[in-house]
């Protein structure tokens, strides 16, 4: 099994090649676990099986029950859409086998991933010494960079390991910042916003109004909520940080991308003032998953914090100064999943990337003109990024319901309602740069 197998080879490539040329690419559906595990019974034996059964297995009976978060109608939750030339190199990464752990062994990969990392540090205006690692995710970025914010304000403010600490956030904050408060043992000062916003002065006047603000010892802020797109005033909250020396995280995991968009950049001044900051290229950078970029301002701190000590791993950190991934978060072997971003920006450039990301804001600027047209809907929110918030006048969360499983049902698109203010709306998330027009027109008439 470790000798190479022409046939295999050309049997997987083929499959991946029609993958990657279907047009559109189907929406697929929800399926039953367990009837498709009963489906698989028997199929791990002890002499292996023919390949073309296990792969017909593949195509025709699984992969139809694995949604497409890259189909062009996929409207939901975050979705994704990889380039085809990220597709491919990520399959060459595979391919390769490559231990992104360390300089030692993969100084070519860690060479182009760092290219990449600098230039999204340029995208957020951060300083030459910026520097990071690409990890699985945003909750991984998340509570990697929020254990170095908490070691690091320990530090500053002689806070014993045990001691109360907390990190100041919105009630808008990602539900992984709040898991990585509670694996790290921290507690949540929950400011208020104000619009669903995270502003300077409601920071100040939170920790103002605490008996302890000197156990908060950083600030998340998020540039773009999952929820609905909203950037954090960016700039306000800064101030209040780098006044009482806190540490300042940004959770860009889905808005970060719109960095790239010249319409909307202006929105996220104050973020080069950022101790860390996260973005995941899975999401709006077009990246297959998975991929999270973190970065930090002052990376020898995240070392300081994360470097695994291990007899064995001595002789990659010999020279004391070197640069190795696995030193900036909470893994060691990682896959460098970096590379497929770099191949795809240096062939498609920035350009095709700023025009991929403004799409799906003029898309969702376009609908919502179309949504405050309708007599029957109303617009809940400007949209800043991709997602647009509406309502259908009269809807009970089953009407959301109904509409949401015959969309589905007939293939026409996955669309989701979410909460906001405490009512069931309805949600469109678009980052996919070919949805078309007509598509959210057909999806907003059976509202009607
Ligand atoms: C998606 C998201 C996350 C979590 O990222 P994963 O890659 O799913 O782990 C965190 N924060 C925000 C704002 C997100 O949109």
């Not at 489906?39 to 699984?62: K, N």
């Not at 992104?100 to 300083?127: H, K, T, Y």
């Not at 509670?182 to 002065?201: C, K, N, Q």
């Amino acid at each position: 099994m470790h000798t190479h197998d022409e046939r295999l080879t050309r049997m997987v490539l083929t499959a991946m090649h029609d993958r990657l040329a279907m047009d559109p690419v189907p929406l697929d559906r929800p399926g039953d676990v367990a009837a498709l595990t009963a489906a698989l019974s028997g199929l791990i034996t002890a002499e292996g099986a023919d390949p073309h059964h296990v792969m017909s297995l593949w195509s025709d009976v699984l992969a139809p029950h694995v949604m497409s978060s890259d189909a062009a109608n996929f409207l939901a939750f975050i979705p994704a859409a990889p380039t085809k030339a990220a597709l491919l190199f990520d399959m060459l990464v595979s391919g390769s086998s490559i231990q992104g752990i360390s300089a030692l062994e993969a100084a070519g990969a860690i060479a182009a991933e760092n290219q990449v990392l600098r230039f999204l540090a340029d995208l957020a205006g951060l300083p030459q010494g910026a520097g990071g690692v690409f990890v699985s995710g945003g909750s991984a970025g998340n509570l990697s960079a929020l254990t170095v914010a908490r070691d690091v304000g320990r530090h500053r403010r002689g806070i014993g390991r045990g001691s109360l600490t907390r990190i100041a956030v919105s009630d808008q904050a990602h539900s992984s910042i709040h898991n990585a408060l509670s694996i790290l043992d921290m507690e949540a000062l929950l400011v208020p916003t104000e619009d669903h916003r995270l502003t300077g002065p409601a920071l100040a006047r939170a920790l103002d109004a605490d008996p302890d603000p000197a156990s908060v010892v950083a600030v998340v802020a998020t540039a773009g909520t999952t929820n609905a797109g909203i950037i954090d005033e960016l700039g306000t909250i800064t101030e209040v940080t780098r006044a009482r020396q806190l540490w300042l995280h940004v959770d860009g995991a889905y808005g970060g991308g719109g960095l790239l968009a010249p319409s909307v950049r202006p929105q996220y001044a104050g973020l080069e003032h950022a101790d860390s900051f996260i973005v995941d290229p899975h999401k709006w950078l077009f990246a297959p998953y998975d991929c999270a970029a973190l970065l930090y301002r002052e990376p020898r701190l995240a070392k300081a914090v994360h470097t695994q000590d291990a007899s064995y791993l001595d002789v990659i950190h010999a020279e004391g100064d070197e640069w190795n991934p696995s030193d900036l978060a909470y893994h060691l072997t990682r896959r460098a999943r970096g590379l497929p971003l770099w191949f795809s920006l240096a062939v498609n450039g920035t350009d095709a990337y700023a025009r991929a990301v403004e799409a799906s804001i003029e898309l969702a600027a376009w609908t919502a003109r179309h949504i405050a047209a309708q007599p029957h809907l109303r617009l809940l929110r400007e949209p800043t990024l991709g997602v647009v918030l509406f309502e259908r006048l009269g809807w009970e969360p089953a009407d959301y319901d109904r509409w949401s499983s015959e969309l589905l049902e007939e293939q026409v698109a996955l669309v989701t309602s979410t909460k906001w203010e405490g009512r069931t709306v309805g949600r469109l998330a678009f980052l996919h740069p070919r949805t078309p027009h007509a598509l959210v027109e057909e999806i907003l008439a059976r509202m009607a």
